[in-house]
T-cell receptor, first 108, second 115 residues
Framework: AQRVTQPEKLLSVFKGAPVELKCNYSYSGSPELFWYVQYSRQRLQLLLRHISRESIKGFTADLNKGETSFHLKKPFAQEEDSAMYYCALGHSWGKLQFGAGTQVVVTP | DTGVSQDPRHKITKRGQNVTFRCDPISEHNRLYWYRQTLGQGPEFLTYFQNEAQLEKSRLLSDRFSAERPKGSFSTLEIQRTEQGDSAMYLC?????????????FGEGSWLTVV
């Protein structure tokens, strides 16, 4: 069965510290993976996708097919990174299967 | 604001009543999706439209739920005979298969509370 697992519901880090959000997936084909973010009182928005292999707002994520993981990382957390982060598995016609989400709180 | 818009933003209804939510996707987006999100969970896929055709429905979409996109533009999601378990955020999203990457854009959602 296809599944996206985010084991941490809450991640609290200090400003300037590294942050890593874990995401593991199960999928039989070639996965398309995304990270979505929802800031307070804002709509859900795309942060990055594995195909792009880009860094957005200092965040990167590497697809590891051997470990079936797509962890999100940032070397130095900022207060504005406080948000809800969702890992998602994408299907060809656009359907997204989301994990339960990780709440990130960055304290000064 | 040219993003995905949803109406109403909040709805409180009594159990057994019918409710309808409307979604206006980004102009010229031919793909439209409905998701449901409950507290502590990520959004769960409900249904998908390509233009006016409903091409995919989740098993979560019981017979009490119906979605339409009559002219391939806006969409409605109707819940009949609401139950307390229907209380959730209903999210609409849209995308275009003509743009690279098929980025999906979400609306702000419609909160449903069934009392």
């Amino acid at each position: 069965a296809q599944r996206v697992t985010q084991p941490e519901k809450l991640l609290s880090v200090f400003k300037g510290a590294p942050v890593e959000l874990k995401c593991n997936y199960s999928y039989s084909g070639s996965p398309e993976l995304f990270w979505y973010v929802q800031y307070s009182r804002q709509r859900l928005q795309l942060l990055l996708r594995h195909i792009s292999r880009e860094s957005i707002k200092g965040f990167t994520a590497d697809l590891n097919k051997g470990e079936t993981s797509f962890h999100l990382k940032k070397p130095f957390a900022q207060e504005e990174d406080s948000a809800m982060y969702y890992c998602a598995l994408g299907h060809s016609w656009g359907k997204l299967q989301f994990g339960a989400g990780t709440q990130v709180v960055v304290t000064p | 604001d040219t993003g995905v818009s949803q109406d109403p933003r909040h709805k409180i209804t009594k159990r057994g009543q019918n409710v309808t939510f409307r979604c206006d996707p980004i102009s010229e987006h031919n793909r439209l999706y409905w998701y449901r999100q409950t507290l502590g969970q990520g959004p769960e896929f409900l249904t998908y439209f390509q233009n006016e055709a409903q091409l995919e429905k989740s098993r979560l979409l019981s017979d009490r739920f119906s979605a339409e996109r009559p002219k391939g533009s806006f969409s409605t999601l109707e819940i009949q005979r609401t139950e307390q378990g229907d209380s959730a955020m209903y999210l609409c999203a849209s995308s275009s298969d003509r743009s690279s990457g098929n980025t999906i854009y979400f609306g702000e959602g419609s909160w449903l509370t069934v009392v």
